[in-house]
């Protein structure tokens, strides 16, 4: 009987969308404007990219992308360097397109998986070693966010019954939690970070594109926040 092929790395997974108007960072409008709103995604896209190719790196980890819509592929491979590993999101919901995700990376070797979002700038490669530290005994690991949901998750094998929930809510972190509760995974915290969904986000998170780490590990996406038309935008719009 051949041996079985040897375990490949684990990998850390980046869920990215085209930066196409009307289609991304929503919540901002208003009183950003569907451009407006596409131009800072495009900005933490690019950095997060960027920071997640380094964490990889760093870790020893698979990168991957995975994108939406399937036709921007082309745009896609065009961004990230050359043979980077890309898979298309397939699902109707985001918690669908997760758990196919996961399905598929787990089917093909990896583990843990690290699935972060393109929208948490403050997502930090220590962040991303307490994950990894935190899977060597526990079956999950959450980067929490100040809205109840999170920004990063860790798992050593696919579990689809943890993303058949209502995600992108304020108890969407709560309600994993009782989930994994039942199906007696164990789980860690992170420290929490944030994630950048609607105005109020922009401005909790201040003080972090206030701090000198930020020139480095989110440039692009600090610079447009600098901009004064962007700045009044946010200063102007009323309190959630």
Do not use: W
Not at 184 to 211: H, I, K, N, T
């Amino acid at each position: 009987m051949p041996e079985a092929p040897p375990r490949v790395a684990g990998a850390l997974v980046l869920f990215a969308k085209e930066p196409t108007p009307g289609k991304v960072k929503t919540r901002m409008t208003p009183p950003f404007s569907p451009e407006q709103a596409a131009e800072l995604y495009e900005c933490l896209l690019q950095d997060t990219l960027a920071a997640s190719l380094r964490m990889a790196e760093v870790h020893r980890l698979h990168f991957v992308i995975a994108i939406d819509p399937p036709e921007a592929l082309a745009s896609f491979q065009s961004r990230c360097p050359e043979g980077t590993h890309i898979v298309v999101q397939r699902g109707k919901t985001l918690g669908e397109r997760l758990a196919n995700v996961a399905e598929e990376l787990t089917q093909e070797g990896f583990s843990p998986l690290l699935i972060r979002g393109s929208d948490s700038p403050g997502l930090s490669e220590k962040d991303v070693a307490e994950g990894l530290r935190a899977l060597i005994e526990k079956d999950l690991v959450f980067c929490p966010d100040r809205d109840g949901g999170y920004n990063l998750i860790g798992l050593n094998r696919s579990c689809a019954t943890l993303f058949r929930l209502q995600l992108s809510t304020g108890r969407v972190l709560f309600e994993t939690l009782s989930v994994a509760a039942s199906e007696g995974l164990s789980v860690e915290l992170l420290p929490q970070g944030f994630d950048l969904d609607c105005v109020e986000d922009l401005r909790a998170s201040e003080a972090f594109f206030s701090a000198d780490d930020s020139r480095q590990s989110c440039p692009l996406t600090r610079a447009y926040l600098e901009r004064e038309e962007i700045q009044a935008l946010v200063a102007e719009a009323p309190s959630a």
